[in-house]
């Protein structure tokens, strides 16, 4: 069975700070990982996927997020932190496997002061 | 293009109501999907649909139904609400499905309150 672990619920940065979201999935086999946004009273939308190509992935915003397997994680940053980031983040994952079912982590709220 | 819609934006309902969630995309996505969002546990899935005609369980399907009779309608029965189905769904499309480095399109969601 696949799951995904986010570590942190909440997170609050200043602007201008770096952004850390901490990501840890299990997975039986090659899973495809994704980092989605929820900005308040709307829908999911994509920041990034990683499907097996290249372990560093950059996504929309200036997001990024590595792939490393040894530490099973995929952990999505950015350089500095817009007030337009506060938002919430989930980390998902997908196994070929497993019948491509999406599994959501449990989200993470991020809070960028002024 | 108008991308994934879902009709209503709230809807309060009492137990044993039955009543249905629309979702319509314009993409010619093959792939919908239904997802339920409860605080802290993330989306999960409901039920999905890789075409019209074929639908399948997820992770969480009971208490709902679901048909795709077109490519582009994918609604959601509640055939007796009960207030543990308070939650936000939110409905998806793909041009494939789930996981195969394809974006999921997701609507703007429906808020559901179970009395």
Not at chain 1, 49 to 64: D, H, M, Q
Not at chain 2, 97 to 112: D, K, M, S, V, W
Request: charged share 15%; net charge neutral; aromatic share 10%.
């Amino acid at each position: 069975a696949q799951s995904v672990t986010q570590l942190d619920s909440h997170v609050s940065v200043s602007e201008g700070t770096p952004v850390l979201l901490r990501c840890n999935y299990s997975s039986s086999y090659s899973p495809s990982l994704f980092w989605y946004v929820q900005h308040p009273n709307k829908g999911l939308q994509l920041l990034l996927k990683y499907t097996s190509a290249a372990t560093l992935v950059k996504g929309i915003n200036g997001f990024e997020a590595e792939f490393k397997k040894s530490e099973t994680s995929f952990h999505l940053t950015k350089p500095s932190a817009h007030m337009s980031d506060a938002a919430e983040y989930f980390c998902v994952v997908s196994d070929l496997r497993a019948g491509n079912m999406l599994t959501f982590g449990g989200g993470t709220r991020l809070m960028v002061k002024p | 293009n108008a991308g994934v819609t879902q009709t209503p934006k709230f809807q309060v309902l009492k137990t044993g109501q039955s009543m249905t969630l629309q979702c319509a995309q314009d993409m010619n996505h093959e792939y919908m999907s239904w997802y339920r969002q409860d605080p802290g546990m993330g989306l999960r899935l409901i039920h999905y649909s890789v075409g019209a005609g074929i639908t399948d369980q997820g992770e969480v399907p009971n208490g709902y139904n679901v048909s795709r009779s077109t490519t582009e309608d994918f609604p959601l029965r509640l055939l007796s609400a009960a207030p543990s189905q308070t939650s936000v769904y939110f409905c998806a499309s793909s041009l494939e499905g789930e996981g195969q480095g394809y974006e999921q399109y997701f609507g703007p969601g429906t808020r559901l309150t179970v009395t």
